[in-house]
């Protein structure tokens, strides 16, 4: 059976002028398709953060093009898209400190107007996300209370809440210790897996990437399939 294309970046490019052009990516493609799990390799500062936050809609390429759900850029509604088919996890968590757990799971639907009272779709399915990540004992504690690995389960709780086709992440065990990493390698793989979602992330951690099916390697700019 055909898997459902998601995502389509053809020969995408992205300059910088600082004062200087310099060449961040040149001529990248790549092809997503529901269900996948996507690692892209490459040291710090090679622009695999440039790639994902293009593949995001919240950079726009120099050239190239990028179709998200069959919507080709240049997105007249990139704001929808991202908040309708798009999740991201990032290093830093981007929790809001001074709100509960729940409050920050649900805060995707808070922005998308959403119904988020307890007998809504949106408050349900948070509740089965912090129970999917194994933090639902936590659920009405402040995020500043918790953990650097509790934080980034509720991250990913988020990403997933708006029922997104696409999860993004950018070095999502990047603050962690090795056990901790670990386990959210696991998780954020288990999950993309069990709710058919795509997952994108880059990452310069080996075991991470071993854990999805398709590997790249972003090195001056071009992308390198090691699968």
């Known amino acids: 059976m055909k898997k459902e294309q998601l995502l389509i970046a053809s020969h995408i490019s992205k300059d910088y002028n600082s004062p200087q052009k310099v060449t961040v990516l040149e001529d990248v493609s790549l092809k997503v398709h529901r269900g996948e799990t996507i690692a892209i390799l ?23 093009t990028l179709s998200i759900l069959g919507n080709p850029s240049p997105f007249k509604n990139a704001a ?5 088919s798009i999740g991201f996890i990032f290093q830093s968590y981007h929790l809001l400190n001074e709100y509960t757990t729940l409050e ?10 959403k119904p988020t009272h307890k007998n809504s779709e949106s408050y349900k399915r948070a509740l089965m ?21 509790e934080k980034q389960r509720v ?9 997104p086709d696409i999860i993004l992440a950018d070095e ?4 962690l210790d090795e056990h ?23 990452t310069h951690n080996q075991e991470l990437a071993s854990l999805c099916d398709i590997r790249y390697l ?9 699968s």
């Open 80 to 84: 929808k898209i991202r908040s309708e």
């Open 104 to 113: 920050n799971v649900l805060m995707p639907a808070m922005i998308a107007r």
């Open 42 to 64: 490459g040291p710090s500062g090679v622009g695999k953060s440039t790639l994902l936050n293009i593949l995001g809609t919240l950079e726009t390429e120099t050239s190239g």
């Open 155 to 163: 991250a990913i709780a988020r990403a997933l809440c708006n029922n």
């Open 180 to 202: 901790n990493s670990s386990i959210i390698h696991n998780m954020l793989v288990d999950c993309a897996k069990t709710l058919n979602k795509a997952l994108i992330l880059v």
């Open 172 to 175: 999502p065990s990047g603050n």
């Open 129 to 149: 996300l912090l129970e999917k990540v194994g933090i639902s004992h936590r659920k009405n504690h402040f995020a500043k209370l918790l953990s650097g690995g």
């Open 218 to 226: 972003l090195r001056e700019g071009k992308l390198e399939s090691l």
